[in-house]
């Protein structure tokens, strides 16, 4: 009996969690910011392949942003984060945003 309630109450807490929104990350392009360096960021920051960092580099450049992927929230805002700390040790104005999906 106490097996059937436990079994009822982790059934019941089960449904009151939901997934964590997702986030879109999306870089934006400037004027300054290297193809090259654009690509090895989306390498090590989002462990892009190297084909999908230049197709998603030649969204930047051509139409003025690329979408990465979507993330939790905190993962998105961490990747956010080194973007621009790279960006900025690397005297590049490259920037992200994240979008809520």
């Known amino acids: 009996m106490a097996y059937e309630r436990k079994a009822q109450e ?7 969690f939901e997934e964590p929104a997702q986030y879109r ?3 934006l392009n400037d004027d300054f910011t290297t193809k090259e360096f654009v690509i090895a960021v989306l390498v090590a920051v989002f462990h892009k392949a190297q084909g999908d960092a230049q197709t998603i580099m030649e969204d930047v450049h051509r139409k003025g942003r690329g979408v990465v992927g979507s993330y939790a929230y905190d993962i998105a805002a ?3 984060l080194q ?3 790279a ?5 590049f104005p490259l ?3 994240m979008e809520r999906v």
Request: proline share 0%; aromatic share 0%.
């Open 10 to 16: 982790e059934t019941s807490l089960s449904h009151e």
């Open 25 to 27: 990350v999306v870089l």
């Open 78 to 80: 961490t990747r956010c």
């Open 83 to 85: 973007v621009h700390e």
């Open 87 to 91: 960006a900025k040790s690397n005297g």
């Open 95 to 97: 920037r992200c945003v």
